[in-house]
């Protein structure tokens, strides 16, 4: 029988142990593989990975509010939310908010305004490349390109600028949304090829003026990336983490449902 991600959901909403655990053990390798990208050498930190842990239990968490049956990758860029406002980014000694981006991109395709958003997302040519399905040394080109249209935009510059202001810019970008942004669905219709060209062409032609669509496509392509090869904590391994906020581990005969993945 399948433990799908709305179960675990309303589990967890309700406090139910087989929730909870079922997350612990599916998800906190998700969270380690995040810390270990944006905050290398941070991911083994137990302190960080308990206050993140505490900050999805809360009641007001929005990474359970789903009244629908979520889709894992949906819930998953939920939860990498709350991972990225958890680790306290400083600011950037050259600040760049996101209407000089917006203004200085304009020009940029939707693939190529992705190329340069994954870098705000400390994404190197060689990963962002497969994530858009196409050359790590194209990803390149898009991103000299960027910085030279940024460059015109602003009164002072460096080539890192994009990845030094990430942290500030995706939170900007987050709560950016319009009346016509895209819902998470179109974008993993694109991902999953289920778009006729008509809907891609709509698709582009809206992020061509609209950064909070272009960082929620980017961060739904990060978490395929994110969910690739994780592999499951074993009870050993979970069992300290839920000690640690108040749950008790379900017995073992439900362990075996609770292994596998929605």
């Not at 998700?30 to 960080?48: F, N, S, T």
């Not at 090869?229 to 000690?243: I, M, N, W």
Request: charged fraction near 25%; charge should be neutral.
């Amino acid at each position: 029988m399948i433990y799908t991600c709305y179960e675990m959901v309303t589990d967890c909403r309700a406090n139910r142990p087989e929730g909870w655990t079922h997350f612990i053990t599916n998800y906190v390798p998700v969270i380690r593989k995040a810390l270990a990208h944006y905050v290398p050498g941070k991911e083994a930190d137990p302190m960080l990975l308990e206050r993140i842990l505490l900050a999805v239990r809360k009641p007001e968490s929005f990474v359970f509010q789903a009244t629908e049956p979520p889709e894992e990758r949906w819930f998953v860029s939920q939860l990498r939310q709350i991972v990225m406002a958890e680790l306290h980014s400083p600011a950037a000694e050259i600040a760049l908010d996101l209407e000089q981006v917006g203004a200085a991109l304009e020009p940029l395709t939707m693939t190529e305004k992705q190329a340069a958003w994954l870098e705000t997302m400390r994404y190197a040519p060689e990963d962002a490349g497969p994530m858009l399905r196409v050359s790590a040394e194209t990803v390149e080109k898009v991103r000299v390109r960027a910085a030279e249209l940024i460059r015109g935009k602003v009164d002072a510059w460096r080539r890192t600028l994009l990845a030094e202001n990430g942290p500030a810019l995706g939170r900007e970008a987050a709560v950016a949304q319009g009346a016509d942004c895209l819902p998470g669905k179109a974008f993993l219709d694109v991902i999953d090829g289920r778009t006729a060209w008509r809907g891609r062409e709509m698709m582009d032609q809206h992020l061509r003026g609209c950064l909070h669509c272009v960082d929620h496509f980017c961060r739904l392509l990060e978490v395929v990336y994110l969910l690739r090869g994780s592999q499951p904590l074993t009870a050993e391994e979970a069992e300290p983490l839920l000690r640690r906020l108040g749950i008790e581990a379900p017995k073992p005969t439900g362990w075996k449902r609770l292994l596998r993945r929605a």
